[in-house]
């Protein structure tokens, strides 16, 4: 089956096709980062409309480089949610639309779904069951995975996500946007001595995250040196330095918690976070502390992107599911425990 994977949930537009026995054929990325760094973070509007113009010149583009027609696709799976309404919709009407003409299923897709199972398009994929860690922009998030659909929630954040608390920080030291790499490219100059952030949460038991103290420390710290005339290019460095490692820090413990509790050896690491270096060197110490194993999606797979979205809609097409004819999805909340597992025939 080839399945023609579309993801337009945020601020990336992207395309892929995915044959369920020769692997990803081809994928296609367009970022709008540079159009909203103009207003420091995302502009839902422009957002929207820019799916609309980029998404069909990258089907076209998807499908020249795997030298098919659209005549070739089996299947379409697309981000149903959560994400932004209006992105969402470009993607789930381009889809059904392109479904109807073609009268092939069409499926709607979770992101976080997709995210979770990014790891599977690579040569050598986790087997179940794992916790995986999805951390994003709009998400922080623990979960038991004993296979596609059967998800349980071990823990989350209670207030701003990991992305977003990046992103925050950011515009705290001047920073442009999005602020998860400009703070680690900041951080790498920073002196690791010199301040010591705290690690929210990782002194209770539990699984749950907060950011919302740190960033606060983050802030007071800006400002103390800045009223004492020292917030200069290295004393922003070393903030950056300091609230890096804190986010990792507390990552990487709540990660150690979740293998022990489950009693499980593999770990999967998702979401545009997971491609912070700090947090993956940290992980990779844990993980080894306890003979387990820590799994990655490729870089461009990290962040939003259709493959993803190819490859968990074809897990489901081919047990059957799809949207009911012309009863397109879009939900911008969408709790992955409502997620149930593919019945396969």
Same mark, same amino acid.
């Given at each position: 089956?080839?399945?023609?994977?579309?993801?337009? #949930?945020?601020?990336?537009?992207?395309?892929?096709?995915?044959?369920?026995?020769?692997?990803?054929?081809?994928?296609?990325?367009?970022?709008?980062?540079?159009?909203? @760094?103009?207003?420091?973070? &995302?502009?839902? *509007?422009?957002?929207?409309?820019?799916?609309?113009?980029?998404?069909?010149?990258?089907?076209?583009?998807?499908?020249? *480089?795997?030298? %098919?027609?659209?005549?070739?696709?089996?299947?379409?799976?697309?981000?149903?949610?959560?994400?932004?309404?209006? !992105?969402?919709?470009?993607?789930?009407?381009?889809?059904?639309?392109?479904?109807?003409?073609?009268?092939?299923?069409?499926?709607?897709?979770?992101?976080?779904?997709?995210?979770?199972?990014?790891? %599977?398009?690579? +040569?050598?994929?986790?087997?179940?069951?794992?916790?995986?860690?999805?951390? #994003?922009?709009?998400?922080?998030?623990?979960?038991?995975?004993?296979?596609?659909?059967?998800?349980?929630?071990?823990?989350? #954040?209670? +207030?701003?996500? !990991?992305?977003? !608390?990046?992103?925050?920080?950011?515009?705290?030291?001047?920073? +442009?946007?999005?602020?998860?790499?400009?703070?680690?490219?900041?951080?790498?100059?920073?002196?690791?001595?010199?301040?010591?952030?705290?690690?929210?949460?990782?002194?209770?038991?539990?699984?749950?995250?907060?950011? #919302?103290?740190?960033?606060?420390?983050?802030?007071?710290?800006?400002?103390?040196?800045?009223? @004492?005339?020292?917030?200069?290019?290295?004393?922003?460095? +070393?903030?950056?330095?300091?609230?890096?490692?804190?986010?990792?820090?507390?990552?990487?413990?709540?990660?150690?918690?979740?293998?022990?509790?489950?009693?499980?050896?593999?770990?999967? &690491?998702?979401?545009?976070?997971?491609?912070?270096?700090?947090?993956? @060197?940290?992980?990779?110490?844990?993980?080894?502390?306890?003979?387990?194993?820590?799994?990655?999606?490729?870089?461009?797979?990290?962040?939003?992107?259709?493959?993803?979205?190819?490859?968990?809609?074809?897990?489901?097409?081919?047990?059957?599911?799809?949207?009911?004819?012309?009863?397109?999805? @879009?939900?911008?909340?969408?709790?992955?425990?409502?997620? !149930?597992?593919?019945?396969?025939?």
């Amino acid at each position: 089956m080839r399945v023609l994977g579309i993801e337009t #949930s945020c601020d990336e537009t992207g395309v892929a096709l995915f044959d369920t026995e020769r692997g990803l054929l081809a994928d296609a990325l367009h970022s709008q980062i540079a159009m909203h @760094a103009d207003y420091g973070g &995302v502009v839902p *509007e422009l957002a929207s409309r820019d799916h609309t113009r980029r998404l069909l010149p990258l089907i076209s583009e998807v499908l020249a *480089e795997a030298q %098919m027609s659209r005549r070739d696709i089996d299947a379409i799976a697309y981000t149903a949610g959560p994400g932004l309404v209006g !992105a969402l919709m470009v993607g789930a009407s381009t889809a059904h639309g392109m479904a109807r003409a073609l009268n092939v299923p069409v499926l709607g897709v979770h992101h976080m779904e997709g995210h979770l199972l990014a790891p %599977m398009l690579e +040569d050598e994929p986790p087997a179940f069951p794992f916790v995986a860690l999805l951390v #994003s922009g709009g998400h922080t998030q623990l979960v038991r995975v004993d296979a596609i659909g059967a998800y349980a929630l071990l823990g989350e #954040s209670v +207030d701003d996500a !990991a992305g977003e !608390a990046f992103d925050k920080a950011a515009k705290m030291l001047g920073l +442009d946007y999005p602020g998860g790499p400009r703070v680690a490219a900041l951080a790498e100059h920073g002196d690791p001595t010199r301040l010591r952030f705290p690690r929210p949460m990782t002194d209770r038991p539990g699984l749950d995250f907060s950011f #919302s103290g740190l960033k606060t420390h983050t802030l007071t710290a800006v400002r103390k040196l800045e009223q @004492a005339g020292q917030l200069d290019d290295q004393a922003r460095a +070393d903030v950056a330095r300091a609230f890096e490692e804190a986010v990792a820090d507390t990552l990487a413990i709540k990660c150690r918690r979740a293998l022990q509790q489950t009693g499980l050896k593999r770990l999967v &690491v998702a979401g545009g976070v997971s491609a912070n270096t700090r947090l993956r @060197a940290k992980l990779e110490q844990e993980t080894a502390k306890q003979g387990a194993r820590v799994y990655y999606p490729r870089g461009r797979f990290c962040t939003d992107n259709g493959a993803m979205i190819a490859y968990a809609g074809a897990q489901r097409l081919q047990a059957g599911e799809r949207d009911p004819l012309g009863q397109m999805k @879009a939900v911008p909340r969408w709790p992955m425990d409502q997620l !149930a597992e593919p019945r396969r025939g």
